[in-house]
């Protein structure tokens, strides 16, 4: 089961090897890290998303983020009402005529063309991960040639 999880930090050197450290310790690959400053820029927001079956090893890895002196707190969205969001950018094949069928793809997405460059754009969307699944599937039939995500990003 995927899990995500917040924690707030003090934006110090070292403390993402830290919280990084605390899930490969324990076998845990991250499936997901978004990292960045808070309204206050010596509080850092990190969203984490981690693959656990075993909930107990979970509840053990809420514990030690909790002991990390730089930890100010750990929430585990898993099981609370939350909204998340991920953005990607997608480089796809492209022509002119590619246009009007794009654009009936982003009127079911939240998405637009960023740039377009000869037989090339480049397609920014932001959704859940059902959506980005579901736009991928769709943006496919266009021939996707790179794509980048942020990670998944979460808030009570």
Same mark, same amino acid.
């Given at each position: 089961?995927?899990?995500?999880? *917040?924690?707030?930090?003090?934006?110090?050197?070292?403390?993402?090897?830290?919280? @990084? $450290?605390?899930? *490969?310790?324990?076998?845990?690959?991250?499936?997901?890290? @978004?990292? *960045?400053?808070?309204?206050?820029?010596?509080? *850092?927001?990190?969203?984490?998303?981690? &693959?656990?079956? &075993?909930?107990?090893?979970?509840? %053990?890895?809420? /514990? %030690?983020?909790?002991?990390?002196?730089?930890?100010?707190?750990?929430? =585990?969205?898993?099981?609370?009402?939350?909204? &998340?969001? !991920?953005?990607?950018?997608?480089? +796809?094949?492209?022509?002119?005529? =590619?246009?009007?069928?794009?654009?009936?793809?982003?009127?079911?997405?939240?998405?637009? +063309?960023?740039?377009?460059? $000869?037989?090339?754009?480049?397609?920014?969307?932001?959704?859940? !991960?059902? %959506?980005?699944? @579901?736009?991928? =599937?769709?943006?496919? /039939?266009? $021939?996707?040639?790179?794509?980048?995500?942020?990670?998944?990003?979460? +808030?009570?």
């Amino acid at each position: 089961m995927k899990h995500t999880i *917040s924690v707030l930090v003090e934006n110090k050197f070292g403390v993402l090897a830290r919280v @990084a $450290g605390l899930f *490969s310790a324990r076998g845990y690959n991250i499936a997901s890290l @978004a990292v *960045s400053e808070t309204l206050n820029p010596c509080v *850092s927001y990190m969203t984490i998303v981690v &693959d656990a079956k &075993d909930e107990k090893v979970l509840e %053990q890895i809420n /514990k %030690q983020l909790n002991k990390l002196i730089d930890v100010i707190t750990v929430t =585990d969205y898993t099981r609370k009402e939350h909204v &998340d969001r !991920e953005l990607v950018l997608i480089k +796809i094949n492209y022509s002119p005529k =590619d246009k009007p069928k794009l654009e009936a793809v982003f009127n079911k997405f939240v998405g637009k +063309i960023v740039q377009h460059k $000869g037989d090339t754009a480049i397609v920014e969307a932001v959704g859940d !991960e059902r %959506q980005v699944k @579901a736009l991928l =599937d769709e943006l496919n /039939k266009f $021939g996707i040639k790179e794509l980048v995500r942020t990670g998944k990003l979460a +808030i009570e």
